[in-house]
């Protein structure tokens, strides 16, 4: 079969397509044929050598992925051959025709979603799912600010808020994207491209603030986030891609807490469960993925580009 391949650490032109040999099955595995693979902003990381988490060269990337069951290892239960399915993991890679998985990384992928939105549900929405229930501990009737609501995490992170009734206001800075984000639900649009945009929030909160705030990028927002953040606001760090300088008084004169998370801390457990608030939403049509763009699988080198410019638009996916 046909896989992206990194055996060193760079630049987007260190992945590599090849021919590898098919994997097969062990005990309790499953085998998926890929049909879409989701690329996200920290396969990047992980492929320059800059995340905390190193991968073993060589190796291929990708954690998100849908397609159709290939066959079963013994001691599998909850899949069979031929299910339509997508991924919240692999054991070998999603960047390929084909990936290993245990059991536990496979789940129903309704009719209703196509494979491309499959590949745009793992990292995206168990990261909003986990930012806004796990960590934040979201209430009904709160204020949701999302910046950067147009990427794979921020849509996601708009329909997770309005399905918990919650007001949400999000960021984006494209008229495209400024577009996606209403139809997504959020009763509020902020362009973040306009200087002083945050400073509109007093105004359509009634003077309070964000309850909670999902913080993409860190590393340019934190400390507006602290500014126009409610009296006892959370704010939640998914993203970051540098390092600044805060007032810690900022959040002290607020009781703010500042909190961070990253899926790879995740017990299968939790996992699992986050996976099966996910599997409802799709199924009833209340979480619907958005891909913005498809890449053939020779193309993974200009999605990696892509999914690190700015604009972004919905879940950038690969088509073996």
Not at 142 to 148: A, D, I, K, P, R
Request: charged residues 20%.
């Amino acid at each position: 079969m046909k896989a992206v391949r990194v055996a060193r650490h760079g630049g987007p032109e260190v992945l590599r397509l090849e021919e590898v040999p098919d994997p097969a099955p062990g005990l309790d595995e499953v085998l998926v044929r890929i049909r879409a693979a989701g690329v996200n902003p920290v396969e990047t990381y992980l492929r320059e050598g800059t995340h905390y988490r190193a991968e073993h060269l060589p190796y291929t990337p990708g954690s998100d992925g849908a397609g159709e069951v290939e066959a079963v290892g013994k001691g599998v239960r909850s899949a069979a051959p031929g299910d339509r399915a997508y991924l919240s993991g692999a054991l070998s890679g999603t960047y390929a025709e084909m990936a290993l998985c245990r059991e536990d990384q496979v789940h129903p992928l309704p009719a209703r979603c196509s494979f491309a939105q499959g590949a745009a549900v793992n990292v995206p929405y168990a990261t909003a799912w986990r930012a806004l229930h796990h960590r934040a501990r979201i209430r009904e009737g709160e204020v949701l600010l999302v910046h950067g609501a147009t990427g794979g995490v921020g849509t996601a992170a708009v329909q997770i808020g309005r399905a918990a009734r919650l007001t949400v206001i999000g960021t984006g800075g494209s008229d495209r994207g400024l577009a996606l984000v209403r139809e997504q639900g959020a009763q509020f649009v902020l362009d973040h491209r306009t200087p002083g945009y945050l400073d509109a929030i007093p105004g359509l909160t009634g003077g309070r603030g964000p309850d909670v705030i999902l913080e993409n990028l860190a590393d340019r927002n934190l400390a507006e986030d602290m500014r126009v953040a409610a009296k006892f606001g959370r704010i939640v760090v998914v993203g970051s891609r540098g390092s600044l300088e805060v007032e810690p008084r900022a959040a002290m004169g607020k009781d703010l807490s500042i909190l961070g998370m990253s899926l790879f801390n995740l017990s299968r457990e939790e996992v699992a469960s986050i996976h099966a608030e996910i599997g409802k939403g799709l199924e009833a049509g209340i979480l619907r993925p958005v891909v913005g763009r498809e890449f053939p699988l020779a193309a993974a080198p200009d999605a990696h580009r892509a999914v690190m410019a700015p604009g972004a638009y919905g879940k950038i996916v690969l088509v073996p």
